[in-house]
């Protein structure tokens, strides 16, 4: 999948038509090919509900909603808030939690639940807490896909029962990093774990400073 106006991209500083546009021509250069899934989360439920509705009117297949940053809600909060999400449209979404960017956490226990809601599709999960992650594969419901948010994390996740990876490497080696993912999907290990350690160096140098500058500079070389 392709997924334009992320928040550890520059999502967050677009006004909405520019957010709409970009959205807007990655579709139209994707050409169908692969789901195309558009940032729309805010700490504002009511803009990122705003948010969503647009992504689908533009012709998203779904959206990436990140929990509300700064705000710090409860637990309870969280469900709340993606819950209102969910029910204000009927196109999937993928919750996002990245609690080194939004300054909370959403727990397990509270992403089980917000998995019982009609179109939540998926985590893409950031926090970085191999415990948490677990127990969310663990209990969460067949249909219900859990997303690793770190790179260098990915091949341990995917061990453990997850799904894929939303990826920051790949915007640099798409085709080494789609072959470390799928060869770990279909249990080659080995291949696996090799193409992880030729990624692991350019990994860990896409967070030498803030996300997503390490990244444009590389792009940038590679123009």
Avoid: W
């Avoid at 139209?28 to 009117?57: F, H, W, Y």
């Avoid at 409860?74 to 999400?85: D, L, M, R």
């Avoid at 204000?88 to 979404?93: E, G, L, N, R």
Wanted: hydrophobic share 45%; charged share 20%; net charge neutral.
């Amino acid at each position: 999948m392709l997924l334009p106006c992320g928040t550890t991209g520059e999502g967050a500083t677009l006004d909405e038509n520019e957010t709409d546009r970009v959205v807007q021509i990655v579709i139209e250069q994707s050409r169908g090919r692969v789901p195309v899934i558009a940032g729309a989360g805010s700490n504002s439920t009511a803009k990122a509900v705003a948010a969503t509705k647009r992504a689908k009117k533009v012709g998203a297949d779904g959206v990436l909603s990140v929990g509300p940053y700064y705000n710090k809600p409860t637990q309870q909060g969280y469900f709340e808030h993606f819950k209102a999400i969910a029910e204000a449209d009927d196109i999937p979404v993928i919750v996002y939690n990245v609690p080194g960017r939004t300054g909370g956490n959403i727990e397990a226990r509270t992403m089980l639940r917000i998995a019982e809601i009609r179109n939540i599709v998926a985590v893409k999960e950031a926090s970085g807490n191999l415990g948490q992650i677990m127990d969310i594969i663990r209990e969460a419901p067949r249909d219900f896909r859990v997303l690793c948010g770190d790179d260098s994390l990915a091949l341990g996740v995917i061990a453990l029962g997850g799904h894929g990876i939303v990826s920051v490497v790949s915007n640099e080696s798409p085709s080494m990093m789609s072959s470390m993912i799928n060869a770990a999907l279909e249990g080659n290990l080995t291949k696996a774990r090799e193409l992880h350690y030729k990624l692991l160096p350019l990994m860990n140098m896409n967070f030498i400073e803030s996300n997503p500058i390490p990244a444009k500079a590389v792009l940038a070389m590679m123009a």
